[in-house]
Every structure is written in structure tokens, then in C-alpha cells.
């Protein structure tokens, strides 16, 4: 068994950094969360704190006060540097995450376990600008981080056997259960899930169905936990037509976006995260 890394680095202080940030917090870590924008690292911290202090959120032994002083915010990546694992969460986008790469050569040690949490992407692209592409792979995480077992880990040629052990054996210490994917686009999941989300928007823009009657078909008569446009809502409809964009670029135009879903991304109805997408929210 590998020693497990002890100190996280968290870039992105977004949905996906945040419940990457509170999953290791709640197993014991110290973690460093970083974004450029001083009111997303106050507002991950304000809802770290009220997810730490519900009810059912799994503790152990240790109260909200005594994880969340585990907790450091960063607006600078020179801290990364004591950092021995690190889990970069930004948007979905080559050249925000290629940049990203690149300045992390000045602040991480050539050691650091550095993964990618990519839903989409080539790994073997982004391991180009990795401070050092040996211990570079994709750690691809659900949403919610905290609650969603499953994790994909994604390697590439040059990824260590050794760097894959440790992502796999800190995975399992986590509680999630781990699957490994050839890097393709989108790895496993969501090559299966999106498609589907993207066949739910057709019908509904062709009037097949009401949104209510599409959902209903998918968790009544196939027994899905939640319809396929209360998932689209879920994720943020943003993140499924970038997704659909990367796979219709690599795979051809069977994988095209439907036109309401692109309509609504522009209009800025990206679903539960601004309030409205296929449904509305309070």
C-alpha cells in the first residue's frame, strides 16, 4: 500500500472545487483552496460551512469547527508549493486549463501528484503543459463530489504506475468506487450519460413531450433516481453543451447539440445554478 498524500491542493472554488474541497475535508485532510476571485473563495467558505454543519453530513469524530480549521484559502499559487496532491476544478476549457498548466511550473514541486478533474478533455493533451507529465492523470470526480461514489481515473502513456496507485488507493479511502477509462472523449460516463441528455432535449424541442412527461419516462419506466433534464439542470446546461461541443468535435455530428439547449446556454438559463434551465428554482 502507497502512503497517502496529506496535503490537497484545490484549484477552482467553484461547484466542482467546493465539493472536492468538502469531500476531503470530511476524510480527515488539509486542504488549500485556491481561484483567482476572492468572493468565490468567500462564498465556497461560507457554503462549506453550511454543508459541514447539517445534519447528515458524515463527520466521524470531528465537529464542523475543528474540519473547517483544516481549511485554507489561497488567492495566490505560490502556497500550492506545500501541496503534495493537487486537483484542478476550473471551467471546461483547453486554454483556461493549458494556462493554468503552465503557471504551475513556478510554484509546484516536480513530485507533486497533480491530476485533472476534466469531464470531457484529452488528458494526454493537458499532461503537455503539466509541471511534470509522469504524475499528471485524470481524476474525474461526479457532482456532487461529496455524495456521488463512482470516479474515473484517466492515464496517460507517460503517467506513472505509481502516481495511478496512489489516485486509485486514495479514491477507495475516500469511499468511491473507481473505474479506469482509455483517454476518449468524455471517458465512460458521460459518453453514455450526455448523448442520452441530449436525446431528452431533442424530444423536447421537437414536442414529443412535455419536460415533466420526458423526465417521468426515465424514472418510471426505466428507474433512473432522476429525469434526464432535471440531471441536465443539475450539472448546469453550460457544462453539457461543452461537453456535446468536445465530443461532436471528436466523434462527428451525430454528437451535435440541440439547438433549444444551445438557446438556452445563451440566454443564460443554465439551470438550477442561475435559478432557471428546463425547470425553475427558488
Given at each position: 500500500m502507497?502512503?497517502?498524500?496529506q496535503?490537497?491542493g484545490v484549484?477552482?472554488?467553484?461547484r466542482?472545487g467546493?465539493g472536492?474541497?468538502?469531500?476531503?475535508?470530511?476524510?480527515?485532510?488539509?486542504?488549500?483552496?485556491?481561484?483567482?476571485?476572492?468572493?468565490?473563495l468567500?462564498?465556497?467558505?461560507?457554503?462549506?460551512?453550511?454543508?459541514?454543519w447539517?445534519?447528515?453530513?458524515?463527520?466521524?469524530?470531528?465537529?464542523?469547527?475543528?474540519?473547517?480549521?483544516n481549511?485554507t484559502?489561497?488567492?495566490s499559487?505560490s502556497?500550492f508549493?506545500?501541496?503534495?496532491f493537487?486537483v484542478?476544478?476550473?471551467?471546461?476549457?483547453?486554454?483556461a486549463?493549458e494556462?493554468?498548466?503552465?503557471?504551475c511550473?513556478?510554484?509546484?514541486s516536480?513530485?507533486?501528484?497533480?491530476?485533472?478533474n476534466?469531464?470531457s478533455?484529452?488528458?494526454?493533451?493537458?499532461?503537455?503543459k503539466?509541471?511534470?507529465?509522469?504524475?499528471f492523470?485524470g481524476?474525474?470526480?461526479?457532482n456532487?463530489?461529496?455524495r456521488?461514489?463512482?470516479?474515473?481515473?484517466?492515464?496517460?502513456s507517460e503517467?506513472?504506475?505509481?502516481?495511478v496507485?496512489?489516485c486509485?488507493?486514495?479514491?477507495?479511502?475516500?469511499?468511491?468506487?473507481?473505474?479506469?477509462?482509455?483517454?476518449?472523449p468524455?471517458?465512460?460516463?458521460?459518453?453514455?450519460?450526455?448523448?442520452?441528455?441530449?436525446?431528452?432535449?431533442?424530444a423536447?424541442?421537437?414536442?414529443?413531450?412535455?419536460?415533466?412527461?420526458?423526465?417521468?419516462?426515465?424514472t418510471?419506466g426505466?428507474?433512473?433516481?432522476?429525469?434526464?433534464?432535471?440531471?441536465?439542470?443539475?450539472?448546469?446546461l453550460?457544462?453539457?453543451?461543452?461537453?456535446?461541443?468536445?465530443?461532436?468535435e471528436?466523434?462527428?455530428e451525430k454528437?451535435?447539440?440541440?439547438?433549444l439547449?444551445?438557446?438556452?446556454?445563451?440566454?443564460g438559463?443554465?439551470?438550477?445554478?442561475?435559478?432557471?434551465g428546463?425547470?425553475?428554482y427558488?
Amino acid at each position: 500500500m502507497v502512503p497517502l498524500p496529506q496535503k490537497i491542493g484545490v484549484i477552482g472554488a467553484g461547484r466542482m472545487g467546493v465539493g472536492i474541497a468538502q469531500l476531503f475535508l470530511e476524510h480527515g485532510f488539509s486542504v488549500l483552496l485556491y481561484d483567482t476571485a476572492p468572493a468565490l473563495l468567500q462564498r465556497a467558505e461560507q457554503k462549506l460551512k453550511e454543508r459541514l454543519w447539517r445534519e447528515d453530513a458524515p463527520l466521524g469524530d470531528q465537529s464542523p469547527e475543528e474540519i473547517l480549521e483544516n481549511l485554507t484559502l489561497a488567492e495566490s499559487l505560490s502556497a500550492f508549493h506545500l501541496c503534495d496532491f493537487v486537483v484542478e476544478a476550473i471551467f471546461e476549457s483547453y486554454e483556461a486549463k493549458e494556462t493554468l498548466l503552465a503557471r504551475c511550473h513556478t510554484f509546484l514541486s516536480p513530485d507533486t501528484l497533480f491530476v485533472t478533474n476534466t469531464s470531457s478533455l484529452s488528458v494526454t493533451r493537458l499532461a503537455q503543459k503539466a509541471p511534470n507529465p509522469h504524475r499528471f492523470l485524470g481524476f474525474h470526480f461526479m457532482n456532487p463530489a461529496s455524495r456521488i461514489p463512482l470516479v474515473e481515473l484517466i492515464r496517460t502513456s507517460e503517467t506513472e504506475d505509481n502516481a495511478v496507485q496512489t489516485c486509485q488507493e486514495l479514491a477507495l479511502f475516500l469511499g468511491k468506487t473507481v473505474i479506469f477509462s482509455h483517454d476518449a472523449p468524455a471517458f465512460v460516463l458521460n459518453r453514455l450519460l450526455i448523448p442520452m441528455i441530449n436525446e431528452a432535449i431533442l424530444a423536447l424541442e421537437e414536442r414529443i413531450a412535455t419536460a415533466e412527461d420526458i423526465d417521468t419516462a426515465l424514472t418510471a419506466g426505466a428507474q433512473h433516481p432522476i429525469g434526464p433534464l432535471s440531471l441536465a439542470d443539475f450539472i448546469g446546461l453550460d457544462v453539457v453543451l461543452a461537453i456535446l461541443k468536445t465530443l461532436q468535435e471528436e466523434r462527428g455530428e451525430k454528437y451535435r447539440p440541440s439547438a433549444l439547449l444551445e438557446d438556452l446556454v445563451k440566454r443564460g438559463h443554465l439551470g438550477r445554478k442561475s435559478g432557471k434551465g428546463f425547470f425553475s428554482y427558488d
